[in-house]
């Protein structure tokens, strides 16, 4: 299996690059805009040291590339993901959320890849009652720059390609700068922290959103959106209590509500995702707390 990683260099592409290492990877990430075609190195690996530069957001690059390298599936962890800035940022959040899944999703139709797209609770605006978990045909309401630009890229892969999963996930923790490793240094350093405890959700670990991933293309389910968090719900507060339970750190947990808590962008209320289409295609995800029990085992 030939498969094609793009934004090889980012927390969930690790995961990714480990999950799907016996295949044959290419992966490719953007550290600075090339135009040059030319300069695209193609090189093809078994594991994940080489990453070769590729511009999601240029959609000649990526059709040279694609036509030379010829995979059978390309994951796009490809994203700009940094939620406040990008109220500050939002041509640049476009370019890269939602023109480059469109460049990707047009150059896998052409070459009939399939495309793999990672999207985000935060296409749902958050206000559903937190009794109940968002379903994937919800209507959506973003309300961060970063919700609407990623909800864009979802439709333009909806429009382009028929071969497609989206994958909508939440709350991510791996190998990278995550809320986990955030809160073990302040636990080690502080005596207390303050913490939001009115936003829920489900923290999500990228080892096991890679897991669903593989086995969505071993299984062959159905192309189309699927919700893949890890099970179980939880507060942002909870979830720093489950931490500092696991690691035995003594530091005070403070509640505190998002209003007290403020940020440039506002995160959902209701970040719960239902995983009921995934687990009616018989793929089972871990609870967190079992996810987080392993990240800080390996970590
Ligand atoms: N992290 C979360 O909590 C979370 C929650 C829900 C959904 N998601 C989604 O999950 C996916 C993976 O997230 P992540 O946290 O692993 O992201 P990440 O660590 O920020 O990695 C994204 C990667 O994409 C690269 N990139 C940026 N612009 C690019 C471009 N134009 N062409 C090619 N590559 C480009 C980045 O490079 P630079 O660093 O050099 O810019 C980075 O290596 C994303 O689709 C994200 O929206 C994440």
Known sequence: MKILITGANGMLAKAVINEFKDCELICTDVSEVTNNVENINTTSVNNFQAVSKLDITNLEDVEAFVSKTKP????????????????????????????????????????????????????????KSID??????????????????????????????????????????????????????????????????????????TVDLAKVIHDAIEKQIPYGIYHATNEGFTTWYEFTRKIFEMENIKCKVNPVTSEEFPSKAKRPKNSKLSKEKLLNEGIHIPTYEDALKRYLQNS
């Open 132 to 205: 109940e978990a968002y379903v994937e045909d919800d209507e959506k309401n973003p309300t961060t720059v970063y919700g609407i630009t990623k909800l864009e890229g979802e439709k333009e892969i909806t429009k382009n390609c028929n071969k497609y999963y989206i994958f909508r996930t939440a709350w991510l923790f791996g190998d990278g700068k995550n809320f986990v490793r955030t809160m073990l240094k302040l636990g080690e350093e502080k005596e207390e922290v303050n913490v939001v405890s009115d936003q829920h959700g489900s923290p999500t670990y």
């Open 72 to 127: 059978e599936y390309i994951i796009n962890c490809a994203a700009y993901t940094a939620v406040d800035k990008a109220e500050d940022e939002e041509e640049l959040a476009r370019k890269v959320n939602s023109i480059g899944p469109k460049n990707l999703s047009i150059v896998a139709s052409k070459q009939d890849a399939t495309l793999i797209h990672i999207s985000t609770d935060y296409v749902f605006g958050g206000a």
